[in-house]
């Protein structure tokens, strides 16, 4: 009996640790399948993770959260000689949207539209609605529209620091300084030349930071660039013209002092900057400069060394060749000397110093002096001058009295500084250049001599009886200089009463330090009855100029050469 007791009870001890096993069997199992699921749980949220990582990252960043550093580029400061700020960054703010956390895009629209009232109300509903990640709204707001847009409270609506470019002389610098795009790239002037030097590369591998860019010093004075601005804008509306320009170069070293074109723009604003009658015409325009051009053939024909001061110059009958007909506009009929073929403007006299050069001679001083190629100077708008493809002896003789070759007001300019400084020929810049580095960069066009000749001609046609530079005195200042009336083409034809008047002058004349050139584009008489030629309106742009500006370039005036009535006068 004890024995079977014995043997149930150990039967029975042995199914419980049966069930026990079993019922640990069942639970590891269990508990194996969880951790199982919870780790494959946990592996497919940071696939899912990842995958979006990777998702956004292979996104385009124009069409998620916008540019960045491409908007935010610094530029260097642009300033005058005197050190006076012409362009700079500031601050401003941009205007995005997130469209896919926009809640109702009517409503955004509706209430951004109170505060922008130029919003394009469609436009801007289509972006909102577009359900990407980033789009542009308005670019570079006032900072009042900025705080009443973030009064609305719209969601999905954000702002973006910019940099945008300020020019505190608004007009007056406009069409050398240039502009920039809505990116504060350069595209104009010396803010484009400035770009093209290395700032572009900088601004895109984003080390074009603020406090490492040095500003840019130009040669240009801001003070005789508003005097400039100031004689062309009131030279414009009193001859009642289509357009004025003018130029101050520094004879010894080609530097530009100041240069303006009106009608300009204004940059802080510049809607109307590609406006055809904008264009900078002293530079970026070609015309046939008139007489000016017969300073060039002057002095062509004394430094071939066919002719000199005491030459003369049968002026009695007109030249007819084909059917051209050449005639003085006040002829004097006879034989005039190679002074009084300058100062009486004679256009056969000035073909016959051509006809003494020759086709080939006359083509090539053209071109050594700088006026038949494309001018290199920092400005990007820059023109060709224009010329016949085959010169002719016809060519040639309208040539020499300004008909017939286009060439820009500006490289005008920069020829007759060779003729005035010893026969140096410099490229123009608009950026400071010493002395030393003008003369080693320059070329020995002319005989000294020859230069010497046509500061006396220049004076002369200032100061004697029937020259017509008498309007461009300034007491003191010894200007001397040459007039150009050139009759405009109209329907093919040249129209004697629509004119493109210059006057090209020097000053001091005994050693030139200055080039003025003045340009007006179809003057009209200033009273009934008066004539419209350079020597009433062109002249009297560059009197004033030098008179007002002269002192400011350091030009001592010199009163032992006038007489007792020009002191009285002026006083």
Not at 102 to 126: C, M, N
């Amino acid at each position: 009996m004890i024995g079977l007791k014995r043997w149930k009870k150990a039967k029975s001890d042995d199914a419980e640790a049966i069930v026990i096993n079993g019922a640990r069997k069942s639970t590891g199992g269990r508990t194996k399948t969880r951790v199982v699921m919870t780790m494959a749980v946990f592996f497919g949220i940071y696939a899912t993770i990842a995958g979006r990582l990777v998702f956004y990252g292979l996104q385009n960043p124009d069409e998620s959260r916008g540019p960045a550093s491409r908007v935010t580029a610094s530029r260097p400061d642009i300033v005058d000689r005197n050190g006076e700020v012409l362009a700079t960054d500031i601050k401003t703010f941009s205007l995005f949207a997130e469209p896919r956390r926009i809640v109702d895009a009517d409503e955004a629209v509706e209430k951004l539209s109170t505060v922008l009232t130029d919003l394009d109300v469609e436009q801007t509903y289509h972006k909102l609605k577009s359900g990407t990640g980033f789009v542009w709204l308005k670019r570079q707001l006032t900072p009042r529209q900025q705080a009443d847009i973030m009064q609305l409270g719209l969601p999905g609506i954000g702002f973006r620091t910019e940099k945008r470019r300020f020019y505190p002389a608004g007009e007056t610098t406009s069409h050398i300084v240039g502009l920039t795009n809505i990116d504060n790239k350069g595209i104009s002037g010396l803010e484009k030349y400035i770009d093209d030097q290395g700032l572009a590369d900088l601004q895109a591998s984003g080390l074009a930071i603020a406090s490492d860019l040095q500003p840019v010093r130009l040669s240009v004075d801001l003070r005789v660039q508003h005097i400039v601005r100031d004689e062309i804008v009131n030279a414009m509306q009193k001859y009642h013209a289509i357009a004025a320009g003018a130029v101050v170069l520094n004879a010894k070293t080609g530097e530009v002092v100041a240069m303006a074109s009106v009608p300009d723009f204004d940059p802080n604003n510049p809607y109307n900057a590609q406006d055809k009658d904008r264009l900078n015409r002293m530079s970026a325009g070609v015309y046939e400069m008139g007489s000016t051009i017969k300073s060039f053939t002057t002095a062509m024909a004394l430094d071939s060394g066919k002719v000199n001061m005491n030459s003369t110059f049968d002026a009695r009958r007109p030249i007819t060749i084909g059917r051209q007909t050449i005639r003085d506009f006040h002829g004097k009929g006879r034989v005039l000397t190679l002074p009084e073929v300058f100062i009486y403007s004679s256009n056969i006299g000035s073909a016959r110093e051509a006809d003494v050069v020759g086709i080939d001679g006359h083509r090539e001083f053209l071109k050594r002096i700088g006026l038949l190629d494309r001018m290199k100077t920092e400005l990007p708008e820059v023109a060709r001058p224009t010329e016949p493809r085959v010169w002719k002896k016809v060519h040639s003789i309208t040539i020499a009295f300004g008909h017939g070759m286009s060439t820009t007001p500006l490289q005008t300019a920069v020829g007759a500084a060779a003729l005035m400084n010893g026969g140096k020929l410099f490229e123009p810049t608009f950026l400071p250049r010493s002395q030393a580095d003008a003369d080693a960069h320059s070329s020995q066009i002319l005989n000294p001599q020859t230069s010497m000749d046509m500061r006396y001609l220049y004076n002369l046609n200032a100061t004697a009886p029937g020259g017509s530079g008498k309007r461009a005195t300034v007491p003191g200042y010894r200007v001397g200089g040459k007039t150009g009336t050139a009759e405009k083409v109209v329907n093919g034809r040249y129209a004697s009463d629509v004119r493109f008047n210059a006057f090209l002058a020097a000053f001091p004349m005994d050693d030139p330090q200055y080039v003025v050139l003045s340009i007006i584009d179809e003057p009209k008489p200033e009273k009934p009855g008066l004539p419209a030629t350079a020597g009433m309106n062109a002249a009297p742009i560059v009197s004033n100029i030098i008179r007002r500006a002269a002192p400011m370039l350091g030009v001592q005036p010199d009163f032992s050469q006038e007489t007792e009535a020009k002191l009285a006068s002026y006083q």
